[in-house]
Nanobody, 128 residues
Framework: QVQVVESGGGSVQPGGSLRLSCVMS????????IGWFRQAPGKGREGVSC????????WYGDFVKGRFTISRDNAKNTAYLQMDNLKPEDTGVYYC?????????????????????WGQGTEVTVSS
């Protein structure tokens, strides 16, 4: 059974940092590209970043480039999102999912969506 647990969110002031973790079980993360997504209050879910399964190439949304870093530890079946220099517009609930990671963006794996494997997410609040 596929399960995912996101953690590491919290409340920080602008300019602060957080490190999000995404622990997956029920499958081998090493064979999947992983994406991070976020949903701001009153908005739809958007892709933030992704890391490819084959060569660990990365994609970042323009709004997080230079501030966020995605990584993975296949031995721990875990993906991470290091978030630095956080801004109020980064506020939202962050989710991870197996994904199609492309040069111009990320979309969740249709199988992930079809089976609704989404976790509870981890909430990030950036406010002074």
């Amino acid at each position: 059974q596929v399960q995912v647990v996101e953690s590491g969110g919290g409340s920080v002031q602008p300019g602060g940092s957080l490190r999000l973790s995404c622990v997956m079980s029920g499958f081998n993360l090493a064979y999947s590209s992983i994406g991070w997504f976020r949903q701001a209050p009153g908005k739809g879910r958007e892709g933030v970043s992704c890391i490819h399964s084959v060569d660990s190439s990365r994609w970042y949304g323009d709004f997080v480039k230079g501030r966020f870093t995605i990584s993975r530890d296949n031995a721990k079946n875990t993906a991470y999102l290091q978030m630095d220099n956080l801004k109020p517009e980064d506020t939202g609930v962050y989710y991870c999912a197996t994904s199609y990671c492309r040069n111009n963006g990320v979309v969740p794996d249709p199988v992930w969506v079809e089976h609704n494997y989404w976790g509870q997410g981890t909430e990030v609040t950036v406010s002074s």
